[in-house]
């Protein structure tokens, strides 16, 4: 198959004008809240006595990959943020971020909020800056008692309040998502194509799996079920009774959230991230075969004819497409995946409305 790109400038098409010039190209796709890039190497020798039109900062590239038998699949905007020159041999290489972040989105900002939710500072935040809030339900309810926002971005601080509830905060195509992280699916809710990987697809491969020493110990194979072993405890200060209070998630034994959180909700919410960070961190795969132009990130992949011990179900975190005088070539790296993992934002809103008695009735967190 003959690897074919596209590449346009400002909506001008520039393929043919670099073609010959094209050292190699590349388009990193990252999951959640890291920032997708394009990257391109040039050979800047004069020809003629000509040089190549340098670019300027801001540029919009939109860039299309593929192959000629089955056309060239776009791989989104992206805006130039990055240029460098280097030599000898001369060479330009031009950076540039996913389109869609505003200089605004990243301004530092001092405001206090109280008696809100996080859809309500979502919502604040994307009329501001002219974005569309597209939130889990779950996650948009979840309650902010107080949070400042000291000299902090707009896109930072709310950032900062999603990963507390194992979700991602995202500018995507005019919206503002707000969503878990984890589920397999495009950060906007859609649902993504699987991709299955056999070894024969693949040029290299490397299956890794480190057990959570601090809560439990695993299977000799390492193929032990997403969330099976240990789970992590959270302790916040109850004013009521002056006393450190704890939450749990999981089975012990626990390992510990390493501060003291604010309030029981914010605690069952610390906890149940900390409990599906390690859950998806013990396990990883990573490797590298022939292009494929629908590889992205977030998807499922499904292992199958690898050896014993590896388990079978993962979601893709990034995504690698490159091309250059070694023909057009994919990279990726996954987590192992995890469909009962815990919700961060429903068990917060179980312990927010905690009775008198303590109890925490049909949830998985136990406050005691």
């Known amino acids: 198959?003959?690897?074919?790109?596209?590449?346009?400038?400002?909506?001008?098409?520039?393929?043919?004008?670099?073609a010959d010039r094209l050292?190699?190209?590349?388009?990193?796709?990252?999951?959640?809240?890291?920032?997708?890039?394009?990257?391109?190497?040039?050979?800047?020798r004069p020809r003629d006595g000509s040089y190549l039109a340098m670019p300027s900062v801001g540029t919009k590239l939109e860039f299309a990959i593929g192959y000629k038998d089955g056309g060239a699949?776009?791989?989104?905007?992206?805006?130039?943020d990055e240029i460098k020159y280097s030599g000898p041999v001369a060479t330009l290489e031009i950076?540039?971020?996913?389109?869609?972040?505003e200089t605004s989105f990243r301004s530092p900002v001092s405001k206090s909020w109280n008696d809100t939710t996080l859809g309500a500072i979502a919502e604040a935040i994307a009329k501001e800056h002219g974005f569309t809030v597209k939130a889990d339900p779950v996650l948009a309810a979840v309650p902010v008692r107080h949070e400042d926002q000291t000299n902090e971005s707009s896109m930072a601080f709310l950032t900062r309040l999603a990963s507390a509830h194992d979700a991602v905060a995202k500018p995507v195509d005019g919206y503002l998502v707000l969503a878990p992280k984890g589920q397999a699916?495009?950060?906007?809710?859609?649902?993504?194509?699987?991709?299955?990987?056999?070894?024969?697809?693949?040029?290299?491969?490397?299956?890794?799996?480190?057990?959570?020493?601090?809560?439990?110990?695993?299977?000799?194979?390492?193929?032990?079920?997403?969330?099976?072993?240990?789970?992590?405890?959270?302790?916040?200060w109850d004013k009521d009774t002056a006393a450190l209070n704890a939450v749990t998630v999981g089975d012990p034994p626990y390992e510990n959230v390493k501060f003291v959180s604010s309030n029981p909700e914010k605690a069952a919410a610390d906890a149940?991230?900390?409990?599906?960070?390690?859950?998806?961190?013990?396990?990883r795969f990573n490797g590298s075969g022939p292009g494929n132009p629908r590889m992205m990130a977030e998807q499922r992949l499904t292992l199958s004819g690898f050896r014993p011990g590896v388990p079978t179900d993962w979601r893709v975190?990034?995504?690698?497409?490159?091309?250059d005088k070694g023909g057009y070539t994919c990279s990726l790296d996954a987590e192992q995946f995890n469909e009962g993992q815990q919700n961060a934002a429903a068990n917060a809103a179980k312990l927010a409305k905690v009775g008198a008695d303590?109890?925490?009735?049909?949830?998985?967190v136990v406050r005691f």
């Not at 699949?73 to 805006?79: I, L």
């Not at 975190?317 to 091309?323: D, G, I, P």
């Open 317 to 323: 975190t990034s995504v690698e497409h490159k091309l």
């Open 1 to 18: 198959m003959i690897p074919v790109f596209r590449l346009t400038a400002d909506r001008k098409d520039i393929t043919a004008a670099i």
């Open 95 to 101: 950076g540039a971020k996913a389109a869609g972040m």
């Open 272 to 283: 149940s991230t900390k409990k599906n960070e390690k859950d998806r961190e013990k396990a």
């Open 73 to 80: 699949v776009s791989m989104g905007s992206f805006t130039v």
């Open 185 to 236: 699916k495009a950060v906007t809710g859609k649902a993504l194509p699987g991709v299955t990987l056999r070894p024969g697809d693949l040029t290299s491969w490397t299956y890794s799996y480190s057990a959570r020493s601090e809560a439990g110990e695993a299977d000799k194979d390492g193929a032990d079920k997403p969330g099976s072993k240990g789970g992590t405890k959270a302790v916040y």
């Open 23 to 44: 050292i190699s190209i590349s388009y990193k796709d990252e999951a959640e809240t890291k920032s997708d890039r394009l990257t391109l190497r040039l050979d800047d």
């Open 358 to 364: 303590g109890s925490v009735p049909d949830a998985d």
